[in-house]
């Protein structure tokens, strides 16, 4: 990818989409990661997940779209930019085989975005409120997973 287009890519980034989530979260995140998942971290960042993950990454500011990302994975796991959630839920689909793990805001948890992920085979399993201070608003972990056996 052209230094001109990856340049074009960050600068449509918009500032709430780089927030690093606190090791706390990060810890409760883990919990639903089970031993010999193959794992994605979808934005790196300064790898919260990532470091203590074996698993795959993407980072946009080091070249590697997440959009361009085609790997099957058993899990997803990671913190995805609020200001293309919905385009980056519907890719999470495509690539989780199994679980789907993300911390968002409690007012990005639509029922819109609830029916799509069934409607792309996927149910909510666990959802914990989080409080980080810093954060303009209260966050939910979520973990989406793999109905068995759902044709989409």
Not at 60 to 87: A, Q
Not at 119 to 148: A, D, M
Request: charged content about 25%; overall charge positive; aromatic content about 10%.
């Amino acid at each position: 990818m052209s230094a001109q287009l990856m340049k074009n890519i960050k600068d449509r980034q918009k500032p709430n989409d780089r927030i690093y989530t606190p090791p706390a979260v990060v810890d409760i995140m883990l919990k639903y990661v089970e031993e010999g998942e193959t794992t994605l971290d979808p934005c790196r960042g300064q790898g919260a997940f990532h470091n203590k993950l074996e698993g795959d990454w993407c980072e946009i500011d080091e070249g590697k779209d997440f959009f361009e990302y085609n790997s099957k994975v058993d899990t997803i796991i990671g913190n995805p930019p609020y200001s293309i959630l919905s385009k980056w839920l519907d890719h999470s689909y495509t690539i989780a085989q199994k679980k789907i793990i993300y911390v968002i805001g409690m007012y990005s948890l639509t029922p819109i975005r609830l029916e799509r992920a069934s409607n792309k085979g996927f149910n909510l399993t666990h959802l914990i409120l989080t409080k980080i201070p810093s954060w303009f608003q209260r966050s939910y972990v979520i973990v989406l997973e793999k109905i068995p056996n759902k044709s989409r």
